[in-house]
């Protein structure tokens, strides 16, 4: 024989330590890996709920602008509606002013002529008197 009894009862003793101590170390690695996974997954789950609050708390801020932009638009809207009837009321006294000149020039007698159909005319109102 290759080696004696004894030699071959060391050998199949000491592979059996270390197979025993192999096991165990596998064991210790692999163990912790899965623990170190599972509390991976919830640091994700954790940071998975944060980023849900933080886009929920971006979206009530976009409806908020979207909602003071819509109310700005209005505004704008209706600034320019008050722009274009403004000019158009300009444009009406002009054409009105140019008639009562003809009207004076012309020498034509009172009363002038009507004012022109839409035309807002402001009566002057009296200030106190001293």
Avoid: C
């Avoid at 849900?52 to 600034?79: C, F, I, N, P, W």
């Amino acid at each position: 024989m290759l080696f004696s009894p004894e030699m071959v009862a060391a050998i199949v003793g000491g592979a059996s330590a270390l197979s025993t101590l192999l096991g165990t170390w596998i064991s210790a690695r692999v163990v912790p890996k899965h623990v170190a996974k599972s509390s991976e997954i919830e640091a994700q789950a954790k940071v998975i709920d944060s980023l849900a609050k933080r886009v929920d708390q971006q979206d009530a801020r976009a409806d908020k602008m979207q909602a003071e932009l819509d109310r700005t638009h209005d505004e704008a809207r209706s600034a320019q509606q008050a722009a274009d009837e403004a000019h158009a009321q300009t444009k009406l006294h002009h054409v009105w002013n140019q008639s009562l000149v003809k009207h004076i020039e012309s020498g034509a007698p009172p009363p002038p002529p009507d004012p022109p159909t839409g035309l807002i005319i402001i009566q002057p109102t009296q200030g106190p008197r001293s």
